[in-house]
C-alpha cells in the first residue's frame, strides 16, 4: 500500500510564501506522475501543478510565475513553492500520486493525500 504525507501548510499574509512537502511511502519502486490539486470552501477540486518522473510540469494558469513544483525521485517527494500568495489561493492542499510502479511490478492508480490547510489572509 502507498500513503502519502503532506506538510508545510499554515496561515501567512498575503504576499507571504509556503513551501509544501508530500511524501510517498510504501513499496515503490517509481511514481510516474506527482502533484498538487486544492479545494477551496464550497468549490471542486482543482489542478494546481504536476510534474512527471522525466520533469515535465504543469501548471494552472492561476498559479503559474507565482508556484514551483518540484520532486526527489530518489526520495518520492514532491515539493511546491507558492510566492505572493494571494487570499484566493486559501484552500486545503492535496498531494497527488499517479502510476506508481510497485517493487512487486503492480502499477497503481492515482493516490491523494490526506490534505493540508493553506490560510492566506487579506
Known amino acids: 500500500q502507498v500513503q502519502l504525507v503532506e506538510s508545510g501548510g499554515g496561515l501567512v499574509a498575503t504576499g507571504e510564501s509556503l513551501r509544501l512537502s508530500c511524501a510517498a511511502s510504501?513499496?515503490?519502486?517509481?511514481?510516474?506522475?506527482m502533484g498538487w490539486y486544492r479545494q477551496a470552501p464550497g468549490k471542486q477540486r482543482e489542478l494546481v501543478a504536476t510534474?512527471?518522473?522525466?520533469?515535465?510540469?504543469n501548471y494552472a494558469d492561476s498559479v503559474k510565475g507565482r508556484f514551483a513544483i518540484s520532486r526527489d525521485n530518489a526520495k518520492n517527494t514532491v515539493y511546491l513553492q507558492m510566492n505572493s500568495l494571494k487570499p484566493e489561493d486559501t484552500a486545503v492542499y492535496y498531494c497527488?500520486?499517479?502510476?506508481?510502479?510497485?517493487?512487486?511490478?503492480?502499477?497503481?492508480?492515482?493516490?491523494w493525500g490526506q490534505g493540508t490547510q493553506v490560510t492566506v489572509s487579506s
Open positions: 510534474i512527471t518522473s522525466g520533469a515535465v510540469i
Open positions: 497527488y500520486a499517479n502510476r506508481v510502479r510497485l517493487s512487486q511490478g503492480r502499477e497503481e492508480y492515482r493516490y
Open positions: 510504501g513499496s515503490i519502486f517509481s511514481i510516474e506522475t
